[in-house]
Nanobody, 124 residues
Framework: QVQLVQSVGGLVQAGGSLRLSCAAS????????MGWFRHAPGKEREFVAA????????YYEDSVKGRFTISRDNAENTVYLQMNSLKPEDTAVYYC?????????????????WGQGTQVTVSS
C-alpha cells in the first residue's frame, strides 16, 4: 500500500488562499488518478477534485470550480490542491487518496491509500 503524507493545514480568513500537498512514498507509477476529498462536521465525506497523472484531466465538485485547482508534480510524486477565495463553508478535514489506474472516479469507494487528513478552517 502506498503511504500518503499530507501537509499541515491551518486557519485562514475568508477570501484567503492555501495550498495543500500530498506526497506519495514508496515505488509508485504515474498512471493513477489522484483525488482530494473533504469531511466537514455534520456532513458526509465529499469529492473535491481529482487529476489523472497520465492525461492531465481534472475534475471538480461544483462548489469549488473556479476557486480550487488540483495539480501534480510527477517527479516528486506529489499532488497539490490550491485553494483560493476560501469560504467558511470550505472548513473541513481534507484527504488525498489514490484512485483508479484505468478509470476516473468521484466516489470515495473507488479510492485507496488515503492520507490521514489535513484540517482547514476558514474564518469569516
Amino acid at each position: 500500500q502506498v503511504q500518503l503524507v499530507q501537509s499541515v493545514g491551518g486557519l485562514v480568513q475568508a477570501g484567503g488562499s492555501l495550498r495543500l500537498s500530498c506526497a506519495a512514498s514508496g515505488r509508485t507509477f504515474n498512471t493513477y488518478t489522484m483525488g482530494w476529498f473533504r469531511h466537514a462536521p455534520g456532513k458526509e465525506r465529499e469529492f473535491v477534485a481529482a487529476i489523472s497523472w497520465t492525461g492531465s484531466n481534472t475534475y471538480y465538485e461544483d462548489s469549488v470550480k473556479g476557486r480550487f485547482t488540483i495539480s501534480r508534480d510527477n517527479a516528486e510524486n506529489t499532488v497539490y490542491l490550491q485553494m483560493n477565495s476560501l469560504k467558511p463553508e470550505d472548513t473541513a478535514v481534507y484527504y488525498c487518496a489514490v484512485g483508479p489506474r484505468f478509470a476516473s472516479s468521484r466516489h470515495p469507494a473507488d479510492f485507496s491509500s488515503w492520507g490521514q487528513g489535513t484540517q482547514v478552517t476558514v474564518s469569516s
